[in-house]
């Protein structure tokens, strides 16, 4: 009995302590993402260093999860914040739309490739009617929202190339999405979700769907942000997670 409530109490006092050392590591981050608020304007000129300050919030998350999770993080959540902070750098410059979209395309299958790995299966299940049925609701509406933009990327100047190119990035977003909701890991299912929000927001303003918003821009980075916070913290505790069930089982 005592040995079971030691183990219960070092379990308690090392997910504090991992807590409070995580949340200390992401302070380079809350400040770097506060700088870009504070600086950025909707109608800032595009720049080398718009562009530092736009893809800093990311690239201090990778730093983050490298140094939490290891080289083995390069090929999954590390790989895709970097590939994010590249789309992060090409979104400055409108012309470089589609390399920043190939960019975050690219995260995302990093992502889901991350997502289907045993640290997030061994606490997955995707048998449950409730998780099917999120998979069918969610790749119904990213269906539903390619037919609605479809005819606004018709007027695009770029169609031929941006209207096979956005149906395939819906595909790969959409699948990360399910595949986080899949893991059951509270902050990466979030994650997985607000990122669908801000490409979403991003969409409809960059292909003039909606009228422009007053806070539109705001909308797209503040889930952006949040989102790879999420699926960060998430990758972390998923680490955690799984070195500890190894102590355990030891």
Same mark, same amino acid.
């Given at each position: 009995?005592?040995?079971?409530?030691?183990?219960?109490?070092?379990?308690?006092?090392?997910?504090?302590?991992?807590?409070?050392?995580?949340?200390?590591?992401?302070?380079?981050?809350?400040?770097?993402?506060?700088?870009?608020?504070?600086? /950025?304007?909707?109608?800032?000129?595009?720049?080398?260093?718009?562009?530092?300050?736009?893809?800093?919030?990311?690239?201090?998350?990778?730093?983050?999860?490298?140094? /939490?999770?290891?080289?083995?993080?390069?090929?999954?959540?590390?790989?895709?914040?970097?590939?994010?902070?590249?789309?992060?750098?090409?979104?400055?410059?409108?012309?470089?739309?589609?390399?920043?979209?190939?960019?975050?395309?690219?995260?995302?299958?990093?992502?889901?490739?991350?997502?289907?790995?045993?640290?997030?299966?061994?606490?997955?299940?995707?048998?449950?009617?409730?998780?099917?049925?999120?998979?069918?609701?969610?790749?119904?509406?990213?269906?539903?929202?390619?037919?609605?933009?479809?005819?606004?990327?018709?007027?695009?100047?770029?169609?031929?190339?941006?209207?096979?190119?956005?149906?395939?990035?819906?595909?790969?977003?959409?699948?990360?999405?399910?595949?986080?909701?899949?893991?059951?890991?509270?902050?990466?299912?979030?994650?997985?979700?607000?990122?669908?929000?801000?490409?979403?927001?991003?969409?409809?303003?960059?292909?003039?769907?909606?009228?422009?918003?007053?806070?539109?821009?705001?909308?797209?980075?503040?889930?952006?942000?949040?989102?790879?916070?999420?699926?960060?913290?998430?990758?972390?505790?998923?680490?955690?997670?799984?070195?500890?069930?190894? /102590?355990?089982?030891?």
């Amino acid at each position: 009995m005592m040995d079971i409530l030691e183990t219960d109490a070092y379990d308690r006092r090392k997910r504090r302590n991992t807590s409070c050392a995580l949340f200390l590591s992401l302070l380079p981050f809350f400040l770097s993402a506060a700088v870009f608020f504070y600086l /950025w304007t909707p109608d800032s000129t595009a720049s080398i260093i718009s562009a530092g300050v736009k893809s800093a919030p990311t690239l201090l998350l990778a730093a983050v999860v490298l140094s /939490w999770n290891g080289g083995q993080s390069v090929l999954g959540v590390v790989g895709g914040l970097l590939f994010s902070a590249v789309g992060d750098c090409c979104l400055v410059w409108p012309e470089l739309f589609l390399h920043g979209m190939g960019a975050f395309a690219v995260a995302h299958m990093l992502y889901s490739f991350t997502f289907l790995s045993s640290r997030y299966t061994a606490y997955s299940s995707s048998s449950s009617f409730w998780t099917r049925s999120l998979y069918l609701i969610l790749f119904t509406v990213g269906g539903g929202f390619y037919i609605y933009i479809y005819p606004f990327l018709q007027k695009t100047p770029n169609s031929d190339t941006l209207l096979p190119a956005v149906g395939v990035y819906i595909v790969l977003i959409v699948l990360m999405g399910a595949l986080a909701i899949r893991t059951r890991n509270v902050a990466t299912l979030l994650g997985g979700l607000f990122f669908m929000v801000s490409d979403v927001s991003l969409a409809l303003q960059v292909f003039k769907v909606t009228a422009p918003m007053e806070h539109g821009n705001a909308l797209v980075m503040v889930t952006y942000y949040l989102a790879q916070l999420l699926i960060a913290v998430g990758d972390v505790n998923a680490m955690n997670k799984e070195d500890f069930a190894k /102590w355990k089982s030891s």
